[in-house]
């Protein structure tokens, strides 16, 4: 081994600050994403089982579109590709405001929220057939059904799985290191190649998301106990 | 854009994507299925190591295990490896997690009886789980490993972050050498978008064929 494992660099000067940063970026880039995601995709997925027609296909091609294409290939094309279709003023802007992090809270929005509509969709085949028939025979409008008796109903139920997905985005969100976003993964490496100290920059990367995806699942299973439709059993395991 | 450069793509995704994502399932599905059973054994040996494993592989970014696999991995043996290797160690890896609770997943919901029956007919425990349960269990899980499988293709992508010329890094390449990105980064989307949608349909397809069988199987 080239040198005696020395933890103290993850907090000596300059690296202690620079960590600090990068995980507050980490956790910050997942949440926003999250936020968007989480909207975007209760809505795409409701539109996946709206009476139109027109809707019902729009929300179809667009998750199938953002499942079936690989994260990293997104990220790219957003964070590239379409500024190069805006005129050249606003695209300078756009680099000025940051567009390294806003592209990717845009693209991990937008690849998460096709993820949630799938679960949202499986959530209303499960249980939201009947429920919804039963909303509109009382009288409400499509919307007044879905808003006040379909979506609580079935968000409810989906709570195992959108926790699930809610750690995905943390995972994902290393990608945007690849844009050149100051986060966990690219601190890692660069505290790396630095210092050659790889085994604390790594295991420090890895604790970094552990203990994320850790708390997140702990907090959505309170979530889940707390949201659980009184009469339906949970993720319990039968012995 | 040349022959040429559609030539250097084609082979990238042929020799590199798609060799890493076959060679790293072909070695996380073996390592997968005895994973499982020990997941599902009762000695506290097999089961603790093999649940913290999978449980710290499958919170953790693939990017991460890249990492260590690639600037860790050399440190610790004392041999260095190139970054395909690092990639392909990585991916069999974090797959052979997924892998391991799909496959846990479809040997639970092959019902209990199945195993007293076999059993029963004198069959060892071994046995049981070799000719009875995880044929009946592949088959029923059968969608869910092609499904990850296809995930496991887009993440072969990120081994370009180590340094894999695989077809994104080439892509890269491509387009900081003429200058084309809209081009190029679209036909790279649409290449992958063709390829695991066909993929997922494929899957479904299956699905719903064996979903029919099962359904025949089950009438008297």
Known sequence: MPQQIDWSVLWRPPFGEMVVGAVLTTLELSLVSWAFALILGVAIGMARAAPLRAARL?????????????????????????????????????????????????TLAL???????????????AVGRPVQLGALSTGLTWLQAQRHVVAPLVLRTIVPSLASEFVTV???????????????????QQLGLQTFHWIEANTMGIAVYLVCAWSVALLMSLVERWSRVPGVLGRRTLP | MGWAALIQLASALLWINLRLTLTAIAIALPVA???????????????????????????????????????TGPMIT???????MAALIALAAFEAAYFTE??????????????????????????????????????????????????AF???????????TDI????????????????????????????????????????????????GGAAP
């Open chain 1, 58 to 106: 729009l929300a179809t091609a667009y998750v199938e579109l953002f499942r079936n294409i690989p994260l990293l290939v997104q990220l790219f094309f957003v964070y590239y590709v379409l500024p190069r279709l805006l005129p050249e003023p606003l695209r300078q802007g756009l680099f000025r405001l940051g567009w390294e992090p806003a592209s990717a809270v845009l």
């Open chain 2, 102 to 151: 799909i496959v846990r997943a479809g040997i639970q919901s092959i019902a209990t009886s199945q195993r007293r029956a076999a059993l029963a007919t004198g069959l060892s425990p071994a046995q049981a789980a070799r000719y009875i349960i995880l044929p009946q269990a592949l088959r029923r899980m059968l969608p869910s490993l092609v499904t990850q499988s296809i995930i």
């Open chain 2, 78 to 84: 004392g041999s260095p490896a190139s970054a395909y």
């Open chain 2, 168 to 215: 994104f890094q080439m892509t890269n390449i491509i387009s900081a050498r003429e200058q084309r990105p809209i081009a190029l980064y679209t036909g790279l989307a649409a290449m992958f978008f063709v390829l695991c949608y066909g993929l997922s349909r494929a899957a479904r397809g299956l699905e719903s064929r064996m979903a029919a069988r099962v359904a």
């Open chain 1, 170 to 188: 943390f995972k994902s969100s290393s990608l945007a290191m690849t844009v050149g976003v100051v986060e966990t993964s690219y601190l890692t």
């Open chain 2, 154 to 164: 887009q993440d072969s992508t990120i081994a370009s972050v180590i340094g894999v």
């Open chain 2, 33 to 71: 299925c005895l994973f499982a059973l020990g997941r599902l054994s009762r000695l506290p040996l097999l089961y603790y190591p093999l649940t913290a494993y999978v449980n710290v592989l499958r919170s953790s970014p693939l990017l991460m295990i890249m990492f260590w696999a690639y600037y």
């Open chain 1, 111 to 125: 690849y998460t929220s096709a993820k949630i509509a799938e679960h949202v969709r499986s959530g209303l085949n």
